[in-house]
C-alpha cells in the first residue's frame, strides 16, 4: 500500500557532505512525522533526526550543527542534509515515515536503507 523509497547514499570523504532522499508513494491521506535513523556495524539502530507535520524538528547530539533534516508535503519527501561528516557518521540510513492511509487506518512505514561511507 505505501512505499518508502530512499536515495542519495554513498561514499564520501570525512568533511564532506551528502544529501539523503526519501519518497513516500501509495495510499497516503496524509504524513505525520517523518525522520532518519541509522545502524552502524555492530550497533543499534539509533534516531538521527525527526521533522513534524508542522516542520517542527529534533535532532540526536551527535549531529546538531552539521546535519539538517527537512520534507516537501507536497511530494512526500524527506530530506537529511549531512555537513561535515565523520567517520562515526558511516551507516546505513532509513527512512520512516508515520502514515494515514486512505481508508483510516495509521503505521509506522520504512525505507530499504541508504548506505553512507565517510572515509579517506
Known amino acids: 500500500q505505501v512505499q518508502l523509497v530512499e536515495s542519495g547514499g554513498g561514499l564520501v570523504q570525512p568533511g564532506g557532505s551528502l544529501r539523503v532522499s526519501c519518497a513516500a508513494s501509495?495510499?497516503?491521506?496524509?504524513?505525520?512525522?517523518m525522520g532518519w535513523y541509522r545502524q552502524a556495524p555492530g550497533k543499534q539502530r539509533e534516531l538521527v533526526a525527526v521533522?513534524?507535520?508542522?516542520?517542527?524538528?529534533n535532532y540526536v547530539d551527535s549531529v546538531k550543527g552539521r546535519f539538517t533534516i527537512s520534507r516537501d508535503n507536497h511530494k512526500n519527501t524527506v530530506y537529511l542534509q549531512m555537513n561535515s561528516l565523520k567517520p562515526e557518521d558511516t551507516a546505513v540510513y532509513y527512512c520512516?515515515?508515520?502514515?494515514?492511509?486512505?481508508?483510516?487506518?495509521?503505521?509506522?512505514?520504512w525505507g530499504q536503507g541508504t548506505q553512507v561511507t565517510v572515509s579517506s
Open positions: 520512516y515515515a508515520n502514515i494515514w492511509l486512505v481508508g483510516g487506518s495509521t503505521g509506522d512505514y
Open positions: 521533522i513534524t507535520n508542522g516542520g517542527s524538528t
Open positions: 501509495g495510499s497516503i491521506f496524509s504524513i505525520n512525522d
